[in-house]
């Protein structure tokens, strides 16, 4: 049987009651590497997909789709002020992505340099070891130049990979930390 740490378990208490209280700060957590594109047809939209915004937690999207159903659909965005936890801050933040009419396009894209190995694992085909061998490829490698190199990794078919390819971009590869002038060796 397996035992948990009270400090494991203090841990996970806090980060749940943390999200409870402010989704927007994990968001900030999660968000690494992760660029959304597309939109989010409110009229539409289930409570998973209203998940997939910046700041907006499970009882938010079950409070937005709950205030559509009461009034029949919303005919301004601004009317997502009226569902209690929404803010104007959050719809100012969360208003790019968001439309009326139309098919929802909304996806999250994972950056192959920028996301951890958690974010990277929650993508198709990859399981958290793969993700793993992704991130050390590209930390060997200095990143990845265009999509595509990550067939080089060797971890993926090329069926697998196609699967993949539309929920990957390639954004700058970032620049390798340097030490404080300061710092002590």
């Known amino acids: 049987m397996k035992r948990f740490s009270i400090p494991r378990i203090v841990s996970a208490a806090g980060l749940f009651i943390l999200w409870i209280i402010s989704p927007e700060i994990l968001w900030s957590q999660e968000a690494r590497g992760q660029i959304l594109q597309g939109q989010l047809n409110i009229n539409q939209a289930s409570e998973m997909d209203f998940l997939r915004l910046p700041g907006v937690g499970e009882v938010t999207a079950r409070r937005i789709v709950s ?5 029949g659909g919303f005919k301004s965005i601004f009317e997502l002020r009226q569902v209690k936890g929404v803010s104007s801050s959050l719809i ?3 208003s790019p992505y968001l439309t009326l009419a139309g098919d929802s396009t909304l996806k999250r894209l994972v950056d192959l340099n920028q996301a ?4 990277l694992s929650t ?4 399981s958290p070891k793969k993700a793993r061998t992704i991130a050390s490829w590209r930390k060997v490698n200095g990143g990845f ?4 190199d990550l067939l080089l990794v060797g971890v993926l078919s090329p069926s697998e990979f196609e699967e993949l ?3 990957v971009l390639v954004g700058p590869i970032p620049l390798p930390r340097t030490p404080s002038p300061t710092a002590k060796p």
Request: proline residues 9%; hydrophobic residues 30%.
């Open 67 to 71: 205030y559509r159903q009461r009034v």
């Open 92 to 94: 100012q933040r969360i």
């Open 116 to 119: 951890p190995v958690t974010t």
């Open 123 to 126: 993508l198709p085909n990859i």
């Open 145 to 148: 130049h265009r999509v595509e």
């Open 165 to 167: 390819r539309d929920w």
